[in-house]
């Protein structure tokens, strides 16, 4: 038997405990998850904020610085609108006039830029072509080829006010880029005179780096060109231009997570990747802590369910394959550690042993009083069916010793003997097919004598059948009730014809007559009597149905469903060519 409670208890056991803790742990992770997230974005968003707050000083501080270095005065003038007023008004100064307005140049310059921590050069480029320069330290090169530069023409096209960009010398001597404010100079009238341009380093960018931004940093316009950027992560300007299209502060990529912010010039952006390397770790370690617990829940919780499976599912399982084994074969109590539990398994194993030893002991008795009763039945009905034969013959007998002596009646007298020789041996209740019809055929002689006919038996029986078990005088009272109700009043010939056939697991035997009919109301009686259905017969035809079939066909029913139950039997037919048909239904057994 399939243990299918057991599995299917047990599954409910894990399924009740594991799956809601793997329910939670998921919640858990999830909330765990998004919380991280939102901590990191929130963390990353203030960062780049303050990036952005202090680029933004800077871009401011350096403004100020060009607008101071412009309206710097020396002498109660503008030293710059002076210098380049001179430069733009004269074709040529003479060297004394340009070494008085380089050491102003420089006075103001140095003054300024000296000690600030982003300015690294000043340069100022005249209409006529002459430069003045001032570094703190090296030179950067930016007057060579100026007019050709980017800065310059857009500036020069556009007539703008200032630009502020991002600039790298081509002097390979000066590497990096550098952070570039030039200014138009105008005099008092608004006639551009010359350009001043500030070179500073771009250290406010490059000490935003953190524990939280990673050590990536750029800078975007509004079409997404690269204008500066430290580090090395975004390499096109594709993902540059989803950036830039972006209306959050966030953006996410295959290669990592983007935040940035809104630059005060130019409508720039600065976008840094974040790294929580802390935060994550410390994600990742309450995660992996968490599945060890988890782990070490669900083997406890198997544990249990082992438990519980061995001292309380098994016994349940064990107790209905008991119960199943009960019908096919003895159960002997091996179940000792079951019945002495004081528990309720230990009341359900000793009431269901006790309930199996009182129905062993009532079917035992019921089956020896059962065995006795059918055996006394048996008897009883066998006897009853000699007595009435025996009357019949034995009246024949008389009527014929009363008319004359005869040879028939020393036929007669053996038939009889023989028959009575037949019947003598009540132990047993059944005899093979060809011994039945040998009784058959010796009641035959007997019948031919008493009423002055022939009466023609057809035997259409295989050799392999003969063989097989039947009840003992089956078919004598079925040939009398033949004979005496079917062909008793017809003057053609009289025959019986008796045949076997083997269907599946049953022996069907026929017993037929070419007599007159039975009528269908007396016939639809006759099988309610053999069934012992209609018990409330009139007074006639009760006493028409004890004359012709209720000693023979009803105590053959009888019989057959004592000795081999109900699923066998016989049944009366009218054949269609006239004449009476019993079909008989018995297992198929062979001596």
């Known amino acids: 038997m399939k243990n299918k409670m057991k599995i299917k208890l047990t599954l409910l056991l894990i399924c009740i405990s594991i799956v809601p803790l793997i329910i939670l742990f998921s919640l858990y992770i999830k909330n765990t998850y998004d919380f991280y997230k939102t901590q990191r974005k929130g963390m990353a968003f203030t960062e780049i904020e303050k990036a952005a707050y202090k680029a933004n000083t800077a871009f401011s501080e350096i403004d100020e610085l060009v607008s101071s270095l412009i309206y710097s005065q020396y002498d109660n003038e503008y030293c710059i609108q002076s210098i380049?007023?001179?430069?733009?008004?004269?074709?040529?100064?003479?060297?004394?006039?340009?070494?008085?307005?380089?050491?102003?140049?420089?006075?103001?310059?140095s003054n300024l830029i000296q000690n600030n921590q982003?300015?690294?050069?000043?340069?100022?480029?005249?209409?006529?072509?002459?430069?003045?320069?001032?570094?703190?330290?090296?030179?950067?090169?930016?007057?060579?080829d100026y007019k050709e530069s980017t800065w310059y023409k857009q500036i020069e096209e556009n007539?703008?006010?200032?630009?502020?960009?991002?600039?790298?010398?081509?002097?390979?001597?000066?590497?990096g880029k550098y952070y570039l404010e030039i200014r138009p100079v105008s005099n008092d009238r608004g006639e551009q005179l010359s350009y001043i341009a500030v070179v500073c380093n771009t250290d406010f960018l490059s000490e935003m780096d953190n524990e939280i931004l990673d050590d990536f940093i750029m800078i975007i316009n509004e079409q997404g060109d690269i204008q500066y950027e430290a580090g090395n992560d975004i390499q096109n300007t594709g993902k540059t231009g989803q950036i830039n299209k972006n209306d959050q502060s966030f953006t996410e990529r295959k290669n990592g997570e983007y935040v940035f912010s809104e630059l005060g010039i130019n409508n720039w952006k600065i976008v840094s990747k974040y790294n929580l390397g802390e935060l994550g770790t410390l994600y990742k370690n309450n995660i992996i802590n968490l599945v060890l617990v988890i782990a070490v829940c669900i083997i406890f919780i198997i544990f249990l369910v082992l438990i519980i499976e061995k001292y309380f599912i098994d016994p349940i399982v064990?107790?209905?394959?008991?119960?199943?084994?009960?019908?096919?074969?003895?159960?002997?109590?091996?179940?000792?550690?079951?019945?002495?539990?004081?528990?309720?398994?230990g009341v359900l194993y000793n009431q269901f042993y006790e309930m199996i030893n009182k129905i062993n002991i009532l079917i035992k008795e019921q089956y020896i009083s059962q065995i006795n009763f059918l055996k006394e039945?048996?008897?009883?009905?066998?006897?009853?069916?000699?007595?009435?034969?025996?009357?019949?013959?034995?009246?024949?007998?008389?009527?014929?010793?009363?008319?004359?002596?005869?040879?028939?009646?020393?036929?007669?007298?053996?038939?009889?003997?023989?028959?009575?020789?037949?019947?003598?041996?009540?132990?047993?209740?059944?005899?093979?097919?060809?011994?039945?019809?040998?009784?058959?055929?010796?009641?035959?002689?007997?019948?031919?004598?008493?009423?002055?006919?022939?009466?023609?038996v057809i035997e259409n029986i295989p050799d392999k059948l003969k063989n097989c078990i039947v009840l003992k005088f089956m078919l004598q009272p079925i040939v009398e009730n033949a004979v005496e109700h079917g062909l008793i009043d017809v003057e053609n010939d009289w025959w019986i014809k008796i045949s076997a056939e083997e269907l599946g697991e049953k022996l069907v035997i026929r017993i037929e007559n070419g007599g007159e009919y039975i009528p269908s109301e007396r016939l639809e009686k006759i099988r309610k009597k053999i069934e012992g259905i209609n018990e409330h017969l009139d007074q006639d035809s009760d006493l028409?149905?004890?004359?012709?079939?209720?000693?023979?066909?009803?105590?053959?029913?009888?019989?057959?469903?004592?000795?081999?139950?109900?699923?066998?039997?016989?049944?009366?037919?009218?054949r269609e060519k006239g004449g009476v048909r019993v079909e008989i239904t018995l297992p198929l057994k062979y001596s």
Not at 321 to 339: C, G, S, W
């Open 318 to 345: 064990r107790l209905s394959y008991i119960m199943v084994q009960v019908p096919e074969q003895n159960i002997k109590n091996k179940d000792k550690k079951y019945k002495e539990r004081t528990d309720e398994i």
């Open 377 to 456: 039945k048996l008897n009883g009905l066998m006897s009853q069916i000699n007595s009435h034969f025996l009357f019949n013959t034995l009246e024949s007998i008389n009527c014929l010793a009363d008319l004359d002596g005869d040879k028939r009646i020393s036929l007669m007298s053996k038939s009889l003997g023989d028959m009575l020789h037949y019947s003598m041996d009540f132990e047993k209740s059944e005899e093979t097919l060809e011994s039945e019809m040998k009784n058959i055929k010796t009641y035959i002689k007997i019948q031919e004598i008493r009423f002055e006919n022939s009466i023609r």
């Open 84 to 109: 380049s007023a001179q430069e733009n008004e004269k074709s040529e100064l003479t060297d004394i006039e340009r070494l008085q307005n380089y050491r102003e140049f420089k006075y103001v310059c």
């Open 159 to 175: 007539g703008l006010y200032k630009m502020m960009t991002f600039w790298s010398s081509s002097n390979k001597r000066v590497t």
């Open 544 to 574: 028409k149905l004890k004359r012709g079939h209720n000693i023979g066909l009803e105590n053959i029913q009888r019989r057959i469903h004592i000795v081999y139950s109900r699923a066998y039997g016989l049944n009366i037919f009218n």
């Open 118 to 144: 982003y300015a690294e050069a000043v340069y100022l480029f005249n209409k006529n072509g002459s430069n003045y320069i001032y570094t703190k330290g090296k030179d950067y090169f930016l007057e060579t």
